[in-house]
């Protein structure tokens, strides 16, 4: 962005005594600093999310890619893996130390966008910290000891973390309603629909049942210890039961019911794209850039 300076500077005419001093004006253009992008890279960025992850970023205002890491279609063009009209001219390498290498030396913040594994989690945060970028993960099933060893990792390196069990500001929503609801029900179960079964009971179900589990409520107590498998997988220590559907056709769906003498309180929230992830993406890649320690949970920011 270009600025107008302007100066007044004194003319003194000494040839006529009685004349009046006069004033010029010099004005100049000084081109100003612009504000640098914030360079992500995408490890995993030829999954489901990692493609929608590449058109979310260079969308959006302040970010640009930098990077794509995955095992597959390595030297493929990510923009014409995504199906974009142009390339972007960034080819998928699987070698993320070589991708944070080449990025580090401009001196830009930096973001690394982890959708890889739970085993390889860790090293990943690590590589990134000692190239001066932050991260967000979005990896289900990551162990509580990885957690710990990260905010470790984190706290030592005075650098950024962000892990979210969900980007979805919609499931976020639908949690925070379920905590204030389990203070007025007795009786509450969970009940979700995946494509396949790979991974259930869901980190949703989960989170939802640690919530309602951390506010000293015992739910369900007619039926607390019955073993009819019908009825059911207890999560946690408080009755809170969660019932997985795998049908293939159907959303991507959560529902909480609770109930009290009379009454029926449901809370639902379906998925039917990734694309429902990315403004929770977004916000996380520009909370992140703050960040100098580790951060458990998008809902922090919300």
């Known amino acids: 962005m270009a600025a107008l300076s302007c100066r007044l500077y004194p003319i003194n005419c000494k040839s006529y005594p009685y004349a009046k001093t006069k004033h010029s004006i010099s004005c100049s253009m000084q081109q100003q600093p612009s ?6 890279i995408i490890n995993g960025a030829a999954k489901e999310i990692g493609r929608a992850a590449v058109l979310a970023v260079t969308r959006a205002r302040g970010m640009e890619l930098a990077g794509a890491v995955d095992t597959r279609f390595v030297g493929e063009d990510i923009g014409q893996v995504c199906d974009m009209e142009e390339p972007l001219e960034i080819p998928i390498m699987n070698d993320l130390t070589m991708v944070l290498g080449s990025i580090s030396q401009s001196k830009a913040t930096g973001v690394v966008l982890d959708f890889t594994d739970p085993s390889t ?6 590589q990134a910290t000692a190239f001066g970028m932050k991260s967000v993960v979005y990896v289900p099933r990551i162990k509580e000891d990885t957690i710990t060893a990260l905010s470790a990792l984190c706290e030592k390196a005075t650098t950024g973390c962000l892990v979210a069990p969900t980007l979805s500001i919609g499931s976020i929503l639908l949690q925070q309603a379920a905590i204030q609801a389990a203070f007025h029900y007795n009786n509450v179960e969970i009940v979700e629909s995946r494509e396949n079964a790979r991974d259930l009971p869901s980190p949703d179900a989960v989170q939802i049942a640690n919530n309602l589990s951390n506010i000293g ?15 059911g997988q207890v999560l946690g220590e408080d009755g809170v039961r969660v019932h997985s559907l795998v049908l293939p056709g159907l959303p991507s769906s959560t529902t909480v019911h609770f109930s009290g003498p009379g009454e ?16 929770g993406l977004i916000l996380a890649i520009r909370k992140v850039v703050r960040l100098k320690n580790l951060v458990y949970g998008l809902e922090k920011f919300l």
Request: no cysteine.
């Open 35 to 40: 504000q640098t992008n914030v360079k992500v």
């Open 217 to 231: 409520q015992i739910y369900n107590k007619e039926d607390l210890s019955t073993d009819v498998l019908a009825r």
């Open 264 to 279: 029926i309180y449901t809370l639902k929230h379906d998925i039917t794209d990734v694309k429902s992830l990315m403004p």
């Open 121 to 126: 989690v860790y090293d990943n945060v690590k």
